[in-house]
């Protein structure tokens, strides 16, 4: 057998017998500006037995204020079109064609959001970053918001993708 066929032969081997580790669910983001990005304070989640809590207790605050994973994810909260569970994990892409990890750490109440439950109407806020304030950039705060944390977060959400 030829060196080619070989590879062919473990190259197609490896594409059917290899199990998938990953699938991903694209999920249409709002058509409204959806550029502020609202936040809140990690300490904000106080009940010591929710896996909001304890999704904060495998995570640190970025120099930039905004908490991560130890999965390297940004944290956010966003609507239950989106997310029903804590610790499902996002890959978010901007207008200007940034994409970001994201792991949700808290769940926006339907009451608070949209009739579909994918964004906030009062400011129509899709994602709401979880931060530690006082790390914020003073602007960031100054504005509410996270899109003033580095330019990469300017923009409107323009697609969600789940991440299994």
Known sequence: MSFKKRISALLMSIMVFSPITASA?????????????????????????SKQYRLQESSYTHCNGIRVHQ???YI???????????????????ENGYTFHAIVGDIKQDRHTDP?????????????????????PKIATKMGDVSYVDENLQGKVVKIKAVN
């Open 25 to 49: 669910e694209y999920m249409p983001a709002p058509k409204i500006d959806s550029s502020f990005k609202t936040y809140m304070d990690y300490r904000a989640i106080t009940n010591k037995n």
């Open 71 to 73: 999965s390297g994810r």
């Open 76 to 94: 956010i909260a966003i609507g239950t079109y989106y997310a029903e569970e804590v610790g499902k994990k996002l890959d978010i892409t901007l």
């Open 116 to 136: 579909t439950n994918k964004y906030v109407p009062l400011n129509n806020s899709v994602l709401e970053f979880i931060v530690q304030t006082e790390e914020l």
